[in-house]
């Protein structure tokens, strides 16, 4: 259904306008995406709830209000929503974990999360368990650095008893760090594993050091150490590139 809104006082304004806040996130399991393209992904993995539009958007099957621009900048985090804002829903986590799974230890930054995201998502990483003092994977930095991949991933919060769990299962736990690490080319991947990334300044806590198989580093020279979601990108490549 199309409706028309005229007033930033209307109540689906004010409820959307809201979910800037993770707090109502939260609360309601709701998210905010801006842009046709965020749109259009949320659409083609069922995520899009209702949509806030300055321009009539054909063949869309949710519902569309129609709004000024001043209303949607009212909703829009970002300054240019580029004439779009959707209410998204999230989707629930699944406990059917594939074989390749990548742990995230309380990285901070969400442009850092997006990003490892979608990483994830091209080499095939579609278990993403999130640390509980992580960033939240619905910070609207986090979803626009994803460019849409965090509607096709399966996301886990507060993961520490799913890492257990794997770890029981007899998952391969392989940790990242400088110290008391192989290079990750001589560490020999199993087709069952996970791979743990830590914070951005200190790197995967002690508590999961200790439940490693395996310690990897990658091998550089000139620089102490990298950006993670650069890491993150050079360890999964690697590891697909050794299986081929």
Known sequence: MIYKITSKDNRKVVEASKLRLSKYQQETGLYLVEGHHMLDMAIKHQRAHHVFTTTQIADLAIDQYLVSEDILRKIAISKNPQGVVAVCQRAVSSNNIKDKVLYL?????????????????????LDILLSNQCVSPFNDKAISASQGAIFAVNLIENAEKELMRLKSASYQIVATSLKDSLPLEKTEINLQHVIIMGNESRGVREELLSLADDKVKIAISGIDSLNVAVATGIILYAIETKRR
């Open 105 to 125: 230890d309380e990285i901070s930054d969400p442009g850092n999360l997006g990003t490892i995201i979608r990483t994830a998502l091209a080499f095939g990483y």
